[in-house]
């Protein structure tokens, strides 16, 4: 049977490469890589540059502060990667179905990274339009751009001239706006998933595990241990989490009595397959059983936790794409943002030296990205 995501993923690159032929006299094509552009939109930037110009200029400045501080933590996370042989990075890719990417690439399900791809550029690219005409630039044009039919960017093209001749202040702003409107969604995020777990705990609890089947030849299959496990001997059994602190505690060869929906069962732990020091029951596909707490009654259909797992699946991936991307973003390396500002700070402060430090720093940024995307080989293979 093909899976659901999968169906949907193939309908969404139907249609957008229906689109894509149906607009093909509005778009750049290049060896698989296509623009779309757009002139529609300006007028709006421009009422709210209007209204709110002093406090828009209050803002860039503080963008400015927070992108340089996440300039050294990006930093610090390439150090990290160097000091403990340990990745701070990866290219993450969407994936459909059970197909899995090989390391070092991240695989994420195929519309959580489509909307998380689509909020992180829509915020950034447009904060980095909001300041541009903040700056006084012209805007030629914006638009996204795709590998086919798979979105992959976004972009805005400014008056190159007329940005390079802004002043000094005007030029950070725009360049920390887009970065520092990630780490704002990414701060709303992380209030919304703790307001949503807050109202999610509040109206339903977790009271048992499920038991999906058994391992053929364990003490659980041997003694057709079947249901909602609650309790085993005397320590209650609510959650996953509290069968894993029972088993921590545990030692193989205990006798317990283990206590579910359908009886009363008793076995002798064994040693985990994979390590024989480990006390294992051999039950396996296992799931919290979710109870209403108050104005509904009985357990929770598993649509309802399938919905309440998507949601905060999603928030969990739109909150680290926003961080990951304006953290990245940020690094000296051009033409990242964080390698423009860099820069221009250089370029004011240390003045006709400042092309060589720069090269020196983009190098150095740039050997610690790649030991970080391929240090796990590199660990596994010479180490």
Known sequence: ??????????????????????????????????????KRGVKILDKIVKKGEKFLKNVGDAAIVICLMASFIGIGFLLYSVIRLKPSLG???????????????????????LVSIFIVLTVHESMHALFIRLAKVPIKNYGIVTFLALPIGAFVDPDTKRLKSSSFEEKLRTYAAGSFSNFIVALFIYLLAFCSIAVINAFIESTGVKIGSTIPGTPAYNASISGILQKIDNFRIKSISDLDAFLKNASVG?????????GVYSIKLIGRPENETL????????????????????IVPDFVISSIQTWLNLLFWLFLFNTGVGIFNMLPLRPLDGGLICEEILNRKVGKKSKVLMRAIELIVLVLVVFSLFVGFISRTFI
């Not at 006390?279 to 009985?298: C, D, H, Q, R």
């Open 91 to 113: 290219i993450v890719l969407p994936t459909a179905g059970a197909f899995r990417y090989p390391a070092p690439i991240i695989s994420v399900p195929f519309w959580y990274w």
């Open 1 to 38: 049977m093909i899976d659901l995501e999968v169906i949907t993923t193939f309908a969404f690159f139907l249609i957008v490469s229906i689109l894509i032929i149906l607009d093909r006299k509005n778009i750049q094509f290049q060896y698989g890589i296509i623009l779309r552009r757009w």
């Open 254 to 262: 205990q006798e317990i009595t283990v206590y579910t929906d359908k």
């Open 279 to 298: 006390p294992f029951i051999g039950i396996a596909n296992l799931t919290n059983v979710y109870e209403y707490k108050w104005i509904f009654s009985g």
